[in-house]
């Protein structure tokens, strides 16, 4: 990763231009116009950002670099990133975190998201950038299609909420970007990006459909990123829709939960797997859907350790007795 001066990405015209456009996205997004955080991992799409940002807010950009321990390169890229930084007068410090089994690349974006709140909170910062782009967004709902996920599936990243399980804020000023112009940006500021060979690693979903998506010229990339803020939309409403039916319809006593249903069924799916959740259970969605049918029959039934009982236009949730051993009395 060479040594140049930040700053030098905006003597050229088009770098100018692609400066101001993102000058514009981040304004939009974070009117605040406070310190913020960056995370950047070292590849084409966080140096972009790193650049971007600190043209568009000089003085006012902190960076986390973190280190997963997945890859042997992981380190030395991560202090690559401090290199780079500390270079330059902007504030970096490098994360380093442990993840858990099962599926690793979900754990891997949680522990990262636990580490970026942490070093905000201990930085005084109110917000984080990610460098999540277009073809991410794009990738994602052919993903999640190819999968016939449901509404909360499709629905894209939103490009401001807040990280999980905090209060800080979440942004994504690159949505409207392409990888493309991303990686040309660095290319033009002579830096040169770390590369994850996971990215090339066919045994991913992701990599497959991010290489069939690059030989579709036909499909329109930002086309199918908007349609996924769309979708996100969508969700929120429901969200919302499926809040007011739990405060109107709901009524939470002493071992069980009573519910008079009255939204349509995507809304009534939300508020059962709510009320089973809330009983200890770790309810799935297809099940959920097949309970709520028996349901609407006037059929008693359970699931996942939850009893449902149907009493006129009342489905009353508890949690299942223990069962007795065999012997005891």
Request: glycine share 10%; aromatic share 4%; proline share 5%.
């Amino acid at each position: 990763m060479n040594q140049i001066a930040l700053k030098s990405t905006a003597t050229s015209r088009p770098a100018h231009r692609l400066i101001a456009r993102f000058s514009g996205d981040l304004a939009r997004l974070w009117p605040e116009g406070e310190r913020l955080g960056l995370a950047v991992s070292g590849g084409p799409d966080s140096l972009a950002l790193l650049l971007l940002a600190e043209a568009a807010m000089p003085g006012k950009v902190e960076v986390a670099t973190v280190d997963h321990g997945l890859r042997p390169e992981s380190a030395s890229e991560a202090a690559r990133v401090l290199e780079l930084c500390a270079g330059h007068g902007i504030p970096c410090q490098m994360l380093e975190v442990k993840v858990g089994g099962g599926n690793l690349q979900e754990q891997a974006r949680l522990a990262r998201y636990r580490a970026l709140g942490e070093w905000l909170r201990r930085r005084g910062l109110h917000a984080l950038a990610t460098a999540h782009h277009a073809d991410d967004q794009a990738e994602t709902l052919i993903m999640r299609l190819n999968r016939a996920s449901g509404v909360p599936g499709l629905a894209g990243v939103r490009e401001r909420t807040n990280i999980p399980g905090t209060e800080f804020v979440l942004l994504r000023p690159l949505l409207s970007w392409r990888r493309q112009e991303l990686l040309d940006f660095v290319g033009e500021a002579g830096l040169l990006p770390a590369h994850d060979p996971s990215n090339n690693d066919e045994r991913f979903d992701r990599v497959r459909i991010r290489k069939a998506l690059a030989g579709a010229d036909w499909l329109d990339i930002p086309a199918l990123a908007q349609s996924a803020a769309h979708i996100a939309e969508a969700e929120a409403v429901l969200q919302w829709t499926a809040q007011r039916e739990w405060g109107e319809r709901v009524e939470v006593g002493e071992g069980e939960i009573r519910y008079r249903p009255l939204a349509p069924q995507a809304i009534r799916l939300r508020v059962v797997m709510r009320a089973i959740a809330l009983l200890g259970g770790d309810p799935r969605g297809g099940s959920v859907a097949k309970l709520m049918m028996r349901l609407a029959r006037g059929k008693d039934s359970n699931l996942a350790g939850v009893i449902v009982r149907v009493d006129g236009e009342t489905w009353t949730f508890r949690k299942e007795p223990p069962r007795k051993l065999q012997g005891e009395n």
